[in-house]
């Protein structure tokens, strides 16, 4: 048959190196999802149960390997679902392409079924969006999108009325006025700064005795970089949750994640600190960086809409990290004195200690805390980690040690509920011989994460290494939420909006075909890992944890304290909330608490 205009996008994306989409069909599509049967063996299409999770998994593809990830959804209800995915890609700078269906051209207008005006709804996520008209656009709608995305990291949009994809292609336009004639490829650029502003950044890093770096997503390809210079500056290293796979865990140095889900070494540092170096992070909460005044900065971003936003910085560069840190390293002094950088190291390993004391207090059935201690004592070497939002991302933050070689990542600026899941899957697409955790909160998993284990199901035999853990907080509670309230709004906990229906993952894990642990005993949960992480197929390994485990922050204010006080009087739960608030606060004690609390 004659090449179609549907047959051609997926021909010119494969050009562009695309291998894979994930999507969703219906009739907006028609024309793609028939072309992209016949390109099957060019460009594998992964279905997802719901077209916000294709785009979820278009956001995990691109982040775990650097490329455009691509997602497809029909017109109208569709296409809106992929939104929220979308905008994740947006507030963590991710490359994606989204591919939509529209309803014929000679109907737009009319108020037809499942008309919506797409380029609009699209026009704030997206970076760049257009409709085609006439075939003889797709060539460059195809190449501009794909360019803007990887170029500029961006969400790019090509909306495809349903009529257009079958018309025949057009791969050549007339060499006439008003036609494009686009081409493929992009090469990323050698950023770094001038040398005189390097020099400037380098005066002000020499000049300081207590340097502290925070690193973020945009470190992540600059590892070796990152440690040479806190070596030379005697720095302490901070990491943004984007940024946790940036630097190893167990470097004493290391003082892991900032901000209310961060440690009390990166709030000591950032307090202490009088020059504060930050790489590739937009980390947003001011008040766990130094008060203004109190540090000089200097700040890496190739962004330049990002320099200076979050805390007032002498020096500004724009790069490239690798690069930069690179030519920046020559510039720099070793400091002789490393009193700075001992108390670092001292506070932090005080942190570890806290941390194995606090996970080994006594909770309701599982100490939340003791089900990442011991995952993070069994991560497999190049293990990748998809992380959801919820009460599990504080343990992950501070409880889970990270090696060289491991990736993780979460749903960052947007931090949205659902996006583990499919990072996960998407991760064991990108990646089929590594080992995957997803870890996933009760609330996430009855949102999404239940249906996308069908997804896994469906696919996992694909995948040369079977490994695929999804860690379920089975704690029958919204309970992020919860502690949001109590310690934020001073209010108890409302358990009709809290509470979630009791159920059991493993269960539906094995009617899915796959494997389901449940484990509600404290003495099993090491075992239970090691079970989950030797099985020959992807497993559920439901634990079923206290929701009254205080996620205490770095630093608690008097603010916070009242509010938490106050919400005591109408608390439903106020006796398990004191037992474990009280456990974990005597964790710094020498003597702790009595076994009975």
């Given amino acids: ?89 947006k507030a963590d700078h991710m490359p994606v392409l989204a ?115 925070l690193v973020g997503a945009g470190a992540l390809q600059a590892t070796d970089e990152v440690l040479a210079v806190a070596d030379v500056l005697g720095a302490g290293i901070a990491k943004a949750l984007l940024g946790k796979a940036a ?96 108390r670092i190291e001292g506070w932090t390993a005080d942190w570890w200690t806290l941390l194995d004391k606090r996970a080994a207090q006594k909770a309701e059935p599982i100490n939340p805390q003791l089900v990442f201690r011991e995952l993070s004592r069994r991560l497999p070497e190049r293990a990748i980690i998809a992380g959801d939002s919820g009460s599990s991302t504080n343990w992950y933050a501070r409880d889970v040690k990270l090696r060289r070689g491991m990736m993780a990542s979460l749903s960052g600026g947007l931090a949205s509920m659902g996006a583990g899941m499919p990072y996960a899957i998407a991760a064991k697409f990108a990646h089929p011989d590594r080992p995957v955790v997803a870890i996933v909160g009760d609330g996430a998993m009855q949102m999404n994460g239940m249906a996308e284990l069908l997804t896994v199901a469906r696919y996992w035999q694909e995948w040369s290494n079977p490994q695929l853990v999804v860690l379920v907080l089975n704690n029958r509670d919204l309970n992020q939420v ?38 509600d005993d404290p003495d099993k949960v090491g075992e239970a890992w090691d079970a989950a992480l030797a099985m020959d197929r992807p497993v559920v390994l439901d634990i079923r944890t206290d929701p009254n485990v205080p996620p205490l922050p770095p630093h608690v204010t008097l603010q916070q304290a009242r509010a ?7 608390e439903p739960e106020r006796g398990s909330v004191l037992a474990n608030t009280a456990r974990q606060l005597a964790s710094r004690l020498p003597f702790g608490l009595p076994p009975s609390g």
Wanted: aromatic letters at 8%; hydrophobic letters at 45%; glycine letters at 10%.
């Fill in 482 to 519: 919860t502690w949001e309230q109590r310690v934020m709004g001073g209010d108890p906990k409302f358990e009709g909006s809290q509470s979630l229906p009791d159920f059991s993952y493993a269960a539906f894990a094995e009617l899915a075909g796959l494997r389901g642990l449940a484990v």
């Fill in 1 to 89: 048959m004659a090449k179609t205009v549907a047959d051609f996008v997926w021909e010119r994306l494969g050009q562009w190196g695309v291998k894979r989409v994930y999507g969703y069909p219906g009739d907006g599509i028609n024309g793609l999802i028939g072309a992209l049967d016949r390109a099957k063996d060019r460009i594998h299409f992964v279905q997802a149960r719901h077209e916000e999770m294709a785009a979820f998994m278009a956001v995990g593809h691109a982040k775990f390997t650097g490329e455009v990830g691509v997602c497809l959804a029909t017109s109208g209800p569709g296409a809106i679902h992929l939104l929220n995915g979308l905008y994740d890609a």
């Fill in 99 to 213: 591919l939509v269906g529209q309803q014929a051209r000679a109907a737009l207008g009319g108020h037809y079924q499942q008309e919506v005006d797409l380029a609009a709804l699209f026009r704030d996520v997206c970076g760049f969006v257009q409709q085609a008209s006439v075939p003889e656009q797709i060539r460059h709608l195809v190449d501009r999108a794909m360019r803007i995305a990887i170029g500029q990291r961006q969400v790019t949009c090509i909306i495809l009325p349903n009529d257009i994809q079958e018309l025949p292609a057009v791969e050549t336009p007339p060499h006439a006025h008003g036609t494009i004639h686009s081409g493929i490829g992009w090469e990323a650029p050698r950023v770094v700064p001038e040398a005189d502003t390097l020099a400037r950044a380098a005066a002000v890093l020499n000049e300081g005795k207590k340097v502290a770096l």
């Fill in 247 to 342: 630097v190893p865990d167990e470097l004493p140095f290391v003082t892991g994640s900032i901000g209310l889900l961060g440690t009390e070494p990166s709030w000591k540092m950032m307090q202490g600190c009088d020059t504060l170096f930050v790489i590739g992070s937009g980390f947003p909460y001011s008040e766990f960086l130094p008060p203004e005044g109190a540090a000089r900065g200097v700040q890496i971003d190739r962004d330049p809409s990002m320099l200076s936003l979050r805390y007032p910085m002498e020096v500004n560069l724009t790069g490239d990290s690798a690069a930069t840190l690179r030519a920046l390293l020559p510039l720099l002094r070793r400091k002789p004195d490393t009193a700075w950088r001992d």
């Fill in 564 to 570: 938490f006080m106050a919400s005591l009087w109408g």
